[in-house]
C-alpha cells in the first residue's frame, strides 16, 4: 500500500506551537508590517483589517477585524460597527466573485470556549465552502486538504481589495 504525503508547510508552526504569539496582537501588528504579502495582509482600512488565516480551515479564510484592540463587541461605536461590517461585506464579495464558492461561514468566535484562537482581539473569520470541501479525509486521517498555497491566494485576491 503506497502513502501519500500531504505537504503543508505553514501548518508547521502551528501544531508545534514555535508561532505562538509573543504578547503581540496580530491583528494590531500585521497591518504595520513592511510586507503585506508576508503578513497576509489584503486591505489595511482606518477602521478594520482584513487578512488571510495563516492556519485556514479553507482555501480562501479571510478574518476582518476592527483596527481598535478589543474582544468586546459591545464596546464597538454604531459607526465603527458598521464600518467593520462593510468590510465583512466586502471579503466575502470578493471571495463569491474570485473564487466562486457553492456557499460560505461568516462567524465570530467571541471567547476560546467559542472557539477563538485570539481571544482578545475580536474578528469575523469569513470561509469559502465548496460542495466537497469535506471529504474522508478530516475523518479518516484527521487531515484537511487545503488545495492552494497561502502565497498564490494572497496573489489571487489582494488586487480586489486595493
Known amino acids: 500500500m503506497s502513502r501519500a504525503v500531504l505537504w503543508a508547510p505553514w501548518r508547521m508552526g502551528y501544531v508545534s506551537g514555535s508561532e505562538a504569539r509573543s504578547g503581540g496582537c ?3 501588528d500585521l497591518p504595520q508590517a513592511p510586507d503585506p504579502r508576508e503578513s497576509l495582509v489584503l486591505r489595511a482600512d482606518v477602521d478594520f483589517v ?3 488565516n495563516r492556519f485556514p480551515y479553507n482555501s480562501g479564510h479571510l478574518m476582518v477585524a476592527p483596527r ?3 474582544a468586546d463587541l459591545g464596546a464597538l461605536g454604531s459607526a465603527e460597527y458598521g464600518a467593520l461590517m462593510d468590510g465583512v461585506r466586502a471579503a466575502a464579495g470578493v471571495l463569491e466573485r474570485v473564487l466562486a464558492p457553492d456557499a ?3 462567524g465570530l468566535n467571541l471567547g476560546r470556549d467559542a ?3 485570539v481571544t482578545d482581539h475580536l474578528h469575523w473569520h469569513v470561509v469559502p465552502r465548496w460542495n466537497g470541501d469535506t471529504n474522508f479525509m478530516p475523518v479518516i ?3 484537511k486538504v487545503l488545495p ?3 502565497a498564490a491566494s494572497w496573489d489571487q485576491l489582494r488586487p ?3
Open 26 to 28: 496580530i491583528f494590531c
Open 50 to 52: 482584513t487578512l488571510l
Open 68 to 70: 481598535r484592540h478589543t
Open 104 to 106: 460560505m461561514n461568516i
Open 115 to 117: 472557539g477563538a484562537g
Open 141 to 143: 486521517a484527521e487531515v
Open 148 to 150: 492552494q498555497h497561502l
Open 160 to 162: 480586489h481589495f486595493a
